[in-house]
């Protein structure tokens, strides 16, 4: 969790800064081309959907039993499937480069936009030859670390060379390439630790594709996730404009990283324990890790999310401020985005759970609801009143599906009722909120620069954290007391 944190807040800051120079340098269309080409490579990685999750959910029990005959069947397995979808990718991402011209062709360059497309399809065809199978095994044998340190080295690398390429305004292709390169780094240094650490390790050996019988299943999943997170971006570049995805990209780009920071500290780098955990332990002892699990959860993003709801305004109006002809700060998408944000991060511990107990059949038809509802309420909504309409079909759809995964998840998994659950999450959300009212009604003109916007970040950070605090002391002491304990060790 804490490696895993480091390479968060990294990507966060990179993502801030890289973002804006692009932004300053090739425009509101280029940068609304980039975020396009981001969700059609999202689209383009079903062709592994469900791999990835079946594979490492399938080595937890040979890892735990030390069996090197059922890991390297399983591992050969992984490896087969990679290298076809790898194949399909090329296919792909080249026939998609060929048709995105004509949808962009009266804002940007088709040989641009061709050009864009196989740079940043460039990461997902080596990944998928080079460095995937060697991160199933990682995964599943808790060396989640490994695999955030390797990403912390490519992105420092990787960052470094994209502000000095803008810098020095190279073409907006070389800047977009550079994340492919850094994706043969990772494959180097995973391969080399894979070696010594498991020097039993056989990727020759006769694959058992039995093994990852749940990948269909967990296919539906990703197909659904894929879905929900990326229609709002393709819908708005069909039916509006790229200057309108560079508007939602803007706000996309602080709550997706802060999203993926929660996901990464404290799912995917918790997963793989709470996958043996449920093979190893009593149900009364499951719940109890679960529960200081969740506790720190909420009080970790009820500070973060609370510290953002203050912030976001004077960060998006600063963050902009040098691009001409284009509103980007409106209170409405602020307080839309801020309802996903916490429907979507909500639900990550019991998600998490989920998907370390496999229940990736059981669930797979409510995943598939929620897809179906976000697409066709963005897609009837986006024509009517524009960018809010995709974001209503998202906020619509999340409220179905983040109730019905705590609920699930503690009913089926944890076989208790789910009310401890939804009031976290519920006084999770209210005390977001009421952060956000605060900096409404203290509304500080004078943050006009980024150094009174760390400042004052810092001071609204601390009441957040004083506010939860306060709240969690008074309706669940006991489980402070726990987690301040488990610190303190």
């Not at 689209?43 to 959907?49: E, G, H, K, P, S």
């Not at 305004?169 to 800047?175: D, G, I, T």
């Not at 802060?258 to 009364?284: P, Q, R, W």
């Not at 599906?401 to 659950?421: A, E, Q, V």
């Amino acid at each position: 969790m804490v490696v895993t944190g480091m390479y968060q807040i990294l990507t966060v800051v990179f993502g801030l800064v890289i973002p804006r120079l692009f932004l300053d340098e090739y425009g509101a269309s280029l940068h609304g081309l980039t975020s396009t080409v981001t969700n059609i490579l999202s689209y383009v990685t079903l062709l592994n959907a469900g791999l990835l999750t079946a594979s490492v959910q399938a080595l937890y029990k040979p890892l735990s039993l030390k069996n090197t005959e059922d890991i390297n069947s399983i591992i050969s397995a992984v490896k087969k499937y990679y290298n076809k979808v790898g194949i399909y990718y090329v296919i792909v991402i080249v026939l998609a480069a060929f048709v995105l011209p004509f949808f962009v062709s009266n804002q940007v360059g088709p040989y641009i936009a061709f050009s864009v497309m196989i740079a940043m399809g460039l990461t997902s065809i080596f990944d998928s030859f080079l460095g995937a199978t060697y991160r199933v095994l990682a995964q599943a044998d808790q060396k989640y670390w490994l695999i955030s340190l390797c990403s912390i080295i490519s992105l420092i690398v990787r960052s470094v060379m994209q502000i000095m390429l803008i810098n020095f305004h190279k073409s907006v292709v070389l800047v977009q390439l550079m994340p492919a390169m850094m994706t043969i780094l990772t494959y180097i240094i995973l391969k080399s630790y894979t070696k010594r650490k498991y020097p039993y390790l056989d990727t020759t050996s006769n694959p058992n594709f039995e093994a990852l019988g749940q990948r269909k299943a967990a296919l539906l999943h990703q197909i659904a996730g894929v879905v929900v997170n990326n229609t709002d971006t393709v819908l708005l570049t069909i039916f509006q404009n790229l200057t309108v995805v560079s508007i939602y990209s803007v706000y996309q780009l602080v709550f997706t990283h802060l999203y993926s920071l929660t996901v990464s500290v404290f799912s995917n780098s918790t997963v793989a324990s709470f996958g043996h955990h449920l093979v190893t332990e009593t149900k009364e002892n499951i719940r109890s890790s679960f529960d200081r699990y969740e506790a720190m959860f909420y009080i970790f993003i009820t500070c973060i999310l609370g510290t953002t709801a203050a912030m976001i305004a004077p960060f998006v109006s600063i963050y902009t401020s040098d691009v001409k002809g284009v509103q980007y700060l409106d209170s409405k998408l602020i307080l839309m985005f801020m309802i996903i944000s916490i429907m979507n991060t909500g639900r990550v511990p019991c998600g998490m759970l989920i998907n370390a107990a496999g229940h990736y059949r059981q669930t797979q038809y409510r995943a598939l609801a929620e897809a179906v509802i976000n697409f066709f309420v963005s897609i009837f909504l986006v024509r009517k009143i524009g960018i809010y309409g995709v974001l209503l079909g998202t906020v619509i759809s999340f409220v179905y599906r983040t109730f019905d995964i705590i609920i699930y998840s503690n009913k089926h998994i944890l076989h208790r009722s789910p009310l401890l659950s939804i009031k976290r999450f519920v006084r999770t959300g209210i005390v977001i909120f009421f952060m956000y009212f605060i900096s409404n009604i203290f509304e500080i003109s004078e943050i006009t620069n980024w150094f009174r916007w760390l400042r004052y970040g810092v001071i609204y950070f601390v009441v957040s954290v004083v506010l939860t605090g306060m709240v969690w002391s008074a309706l669940e002491r006991n489980v402070l007391k726990t987690i301040f304990g488990m610190i303190k060790r």
